[in-house]
């Protein structure tokens, strides 16, 4: 078995001459360095390689669950969107065309007058655009009668097939009864000429038709 000394005594310059149990370990020191050497001179860029394909691979992943996320919102948003259109298509059949306003007007006299009450005033006002979809009109009323019978024109006024609100109630003592100061509004939706001129005018001067 070889000592240390022995191997302190090897001649560098002479390796053929070494014993077989150093020439092994010599071989075997050498093979260890050249795969450390290429490990870490090829390896390295492998493994370089290999941590930015990982980290691409998670932002990958990152954005399909956000793309994922977005896709799920879409459908909930369209489906609010789809609801939203249907109610407001059931709203907009609350409201009369310009030619049915009249009969609404006829259908609000005939409640109170229904109730016996006694109409001192019917005034209908200007109307005026809200939103460039619809429009509003107040008319100004003055109905005189029972306590009862003025509840129950506003209930029956409440549940018209159109929409009709009462605003700015007033209740006053007289004679042998009351009278009601009120603002009904109506509503009604504009048809497509009057929806266009108001597009129209809603555009800024200079701004391309």
């Known amino acids: 078995m070889m000592k240390l000394d022995d191997l302190k005594n090897l001649n560098p310059k002479n390796p053929g001459a070494w014993p077989w149990l150093a020439k092994i370990i010599a071989f075997v020191t050498l093979f260890l360095c050249v795969v450390i050497a290429g490990a870490l001179f090829d390896w390295q860029s492998q493994w370089e390689t290999l941590q930015t394909i990982k980290k691409e691979e998670d932002s990958l992943k990152e954005t399909f669950l956000t793309k994922k996320r977005q896709a799920i919102n879409l459908d909930l948003i369209k489906k609010q969107l789809t609801e939203t259109q249907e109610s407001f298509g059931a709203l907009l059949k609350q409201l009369p065309s310009k030619s049915e306003m009249d009969a609404l007007l006829t259908d609000i006299n005939q409640a109170g007058l229904g109730r016996g009450l006694q109409f001192e ?25 029972s306590y009862d019978d003025i509840g129950k024109f506003s209930s029956d006024i409440a549940v018209l097939s159109r929409i009709v609100t009462l605003n700015e109630i007033a209740i006053n003592p007289v004679g042998a009864g009351l009278s009601m100061d009120a603002v009904a509004k109506t509503f009604r939706y504009l048809d497509e000429d009057e929806a266009s001129a108001q597009k129209r005018a809603a555009k800024p001067a200079g701004a391309k038709k």
Not at 131 to 141: L, S
């Open 121 to 145: 005033l019917f005034r209908p006002g200007g109307e005026t655009v809200r939103d460039g979809a619809f429009a509003e009109q107040p008319i100004t009323i003055r109905v005189t009668g």
